[in-house]
């Protein structure tokens, strides 16, 4: 039996410092989020306070003679005088700079309870470990309106990347657990896993459960068809227990997050605009994004003239405050960084089109600008560019490749603009097929499989060859 030992043993790890942490934390909310955690802080800190809509002085409290008679305290020398009249009047705003503040005329109402929260809340009540309640988090935050999981594990992990390094095996394990939250079904990628996650909880007893389950993994789109006959020929069920089953799942709800309110109306603010200037596309913030903040002049004097617990008390607000500016300065200059870089890359989108998108991936905007991928995709979650063809998600001007017969690239997106002009230059009395289409593309220099038009018809939401035939007959019955 090995006899009990002492060893010393050297390692390196990655610590990230409080303000860090708090710049990494801004550069993913979105104006909303960030206005709700501005004002929580301003609740908290009494050293900031918010710079007037008319550029007038904020309310601060007045002097007493109390304060006026008190002990000029010295003050550590970390703060000098210098220091503290120059942050008495500086005042900070999203243009990076600091100046006065013209507030946003109109925000939406987000007081009702969102799916989100919903979630969020069952996460802290869960016995999750802080790894898995991260990854959990992380899911979450990439729900749509109707609950599904819009991100890959890719994304989800480079998400949470360099900060927390896990594998996909641990996210899929995390995600498996939030599937099966309330409302079962959510953060599924399609209708159909979602409506075979909510039956697979159902008792094993349940009648029709395990064809349902089959059902829905193989033979949905007979179901959506109303195919019933070849539905009964490829089951070889019985009549009872195929209607049970197909009872069971129409019982089941495919959208499990509609129930909630995520739709609420919204104004969609951009967070940077894009405007032609001298044949040079440049990008600004918008100048009404984040209240501007500014040190209290009161609590400054009363730093001063204070010592003892009070000046402990009053610097460390003064630190969180300086921390809070300089976080918010930071958080503006790597979102310019990045939609400047976005707008250098897909120039000519904005002046030809769709067809003009490039490929584009989160690695090649790191590299440019010169960050981590995660914080390309922080920084262009829920963030809004106005351009002159629209409003857009910074998200959407990333997108996969696809190989041309020359060696070249073509992005995705151009792809499907390409796709909907031939479906829209379509005979309505034969429709192209998906193989029919691959080799119309093809054609056209662009490689691509059946498959592969298939999955981007569907995103399209445009119908197969069948449902588009039914489709312009039933236009034709009605002229």
């Not at 605009?273 to 209290?296: A, I, K, M, Q, S």
Request: glycine content about 6%; charged content about 30%.
């Amino acid at each position: 039996m090995a006899e009990p030992s002492l060893q010393l043993r050297l390692s390196q790890k990655l610590a990230l410092s409080p303000q860090l942490q708090q710049a990494i934390r801004l550069l993913q909310l979105t104006r909303i989020e960030l206005r709700e955690y501005v004002q929580e802080v301003l609740d908290a800190n009494p050293i900031l306070e918010r710079v007037e809509a008319e550029g007038g002085e904020a309310e601060t409290a007045p002097e007493t003679s109390e304060t006026s008679a008190a002990d000029e305290a010295p003050l550590d020398e970390s703060y000098s005088d210098w220091e503290l009249e120059n942050f008495g009047n500086e005042q900070w705003n999203e243009g990076g700079s600091f100046d006065s503040f013209q507030p946003e005329q109109q925000i939406a109402d987000i007081s009702a309870d969102s799916l989100r929260d919903h979630l969020l809340w069952q996460i802290n009540l869960s016995h999750f470990s802080d790894v898995d309640a991260t990854i959990a988090q992380a899911i979450v935050y990439g729900l749509d309106e109707d609950g599904f999981l819009q991100e890959s594990l890719e994304e989800v992990r480079a998400s949470l990347a360099p900060e927390l390094l896990v594998s996909e095996d641990e996210i899929l394990a995390v995600l498996h657990r939030v599937q099966r939250m309330e409302p079962v079904g959510v953060a599924t990628r399609d209708p159909a896993e979602c409506i075979r996650v909510q039956l697979s909880v159902l008792p094993s007893d349940t009648r029709g459960r395990d064809l349902a389950l089959r059902i829905a993994r193989d033979y949905l789109d007979l179901v959506a068809n109303y195919e019933l006959d070849e539905l009964r020929k490829r089951t070889g069920a019985n009549p009872e227990l195929l209607e049970a089953a197909l009872e069971l799942i129409q019982s089941q709800d495919p959208r499990p997050g509609a129930r909630y309110d995520n739709r609420r109306d919204e104004y969609l603010v951009p967070d940077v605009y894009v405007t032609r200037v001298d044949d040079e596309w440049r990008v600004t913030l918008n100048p009404e994004n984040e209240p501007g903040l500014r040190l209290n002049r009161y609590y400054i004097d009363l730093l001063r003239k204070s010592g003892g617990k009070d000046a402990d008390y009053l610097k460390g607000r003064l630190q969180e405050a300086r921390w809070l500016m300089s976080s918010l300065e930071l958080r503006n200059q790597t979102l310019i960084k990045v939609s400047q870089s976005i707008v250098d890359m897909q120039h000519e989108f904005l002046e030809h089109g769709e067809m003009n998108m490039k490929p584009l991936v989160l690695k090649d905007i790191a590299e440019a600008v010169g960050v981590h991928e995660s914080t390309v995709s922080r920084a262009t979650t829920r963030k809004y560019m106005l351009t002159p063809r629209g409003l857009y998600e910074l998200k959407y001007f990333f997108s996969s490749h696809v190989r041309t017969e020359h060696g070249g690239s073509i992005s995705a997106t151009a792809v499907k603009a390409r796709l909907q002009l031939l479906l829209h230059k379509e005979a309505h009395e034969s429709p192209l097929s998906d193989q029919e289409l691959a080799g119309l593309l093809r054609e056209t220099g662009i490689i691509v499989a059946r498959r592969t038009v298939a999955k981007y018809r569907e995103s399209l939401g445009i119908g197969s060859s069948n449902e588009r035939r039914r489709l312009y007959r039933r236009q034709e019955a009605r002229t």
